[in-house]
């Protein structure tokens, strides 16, 4: 079978962001956007939360916000098809996961292939999953750190675009260990989407290769 090519787009781009909590990941990228660091735009800020205070933030700084409740769809399917609908009317070019606490069915990630990034609290493929600040305490692991990855069916599985390493320190606590991957998190997603409508990122199989 031949590996599967996929070349970023150089151009200036529309980006969605999925988000069901507090949004620091989110502003992150748009504070990159407004500096212009990044060529795109924030054009939809998307949540399956209606009070998440990232919603709020998206609000305040007058970007479109838009609230599906799950529980008024049938199936799983049936919500990540509305989805769809809405981000293909609004021609996005790039979904950032931010906080999205929800799977997204095999199928919507299919659609979008190569099209969604997420951030993920631990160095994958260590740790996926929830909690896993705690966990990488728990295991004793002497390094932990934060990994942007585009995604695919298989949840926190997909190819990594960028990954920062932290040291676990011994009086670590949850809140500690999360702080100090945080601010790793916060440079190194607006730097993944950077690089994504740079038209930077080759994909190859599962190896990402950042272009000079
Ligand atoms: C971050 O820790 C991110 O890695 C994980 O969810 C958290 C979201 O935080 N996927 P925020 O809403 O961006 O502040």
Redesign the pocket.
């Known amino acids: 079978m031949t590996e599967q090519i996929f070349q970023s787009p150089k151009k200036r781009g529309r980006i969605a962001v999925f988000?069901s909590?507090?949004?620091?990941?989110?502003l992150a990228i748009h504070d990159a956007v407004k500096k212009g660091s990044i060529n795109a735009e924030v054009s939809l800020v998307f949540s399956n939360k209606q009070k998440a205070p990232?919603l709020e933030h998206a609000k305040k700084q007058g970007l479109e916000t838009l609230y599906l409740n799950p529980k008024e769809y049938a199936s799983k399917n049936d919500y990540d098809d509305q989805i769809c609908e809405q981000v293909q009317t609004r021609d996005i070019d790039l979904i950032c996961l931010?906080?999205y606490m929800k799977i997204l069915t095999p199928g919507f990630c299919e659609q979008f292939e190569h099209r969604i990034m997420n951030?993920?609290?631990a160095l994958l493929p260590s740790f996926p999953g929830l909690h896993v600040q705690k966990k990488a305490i728990e295991w004793g692991v002497r390094y932990s750190g934060?990994t942007v990855h585009f995604v695919t069916a298989k949840v926190d599985m997909g190819p990594i675009v960028l990954q920062a390493a932290v040291p676990v320190l011994q009086d670590d606590t949850e809140e500690s260990l999360s702080q100090r991957i945080?601010e790793q998190?916060h440079k190194i997603y607006p730097e993944a989407v950077r690089l994504y409508f740079e038209g930077k990122l080759k994909v190859k199989g599962r190896r990402v290769f950042i272009l000079d």
Request: without cysteine.
């Open positions: 988000l909590g507090r949004g620091s990941n989110f990232g931010a906080g951030i993920h609290p934060a945080l998190e």
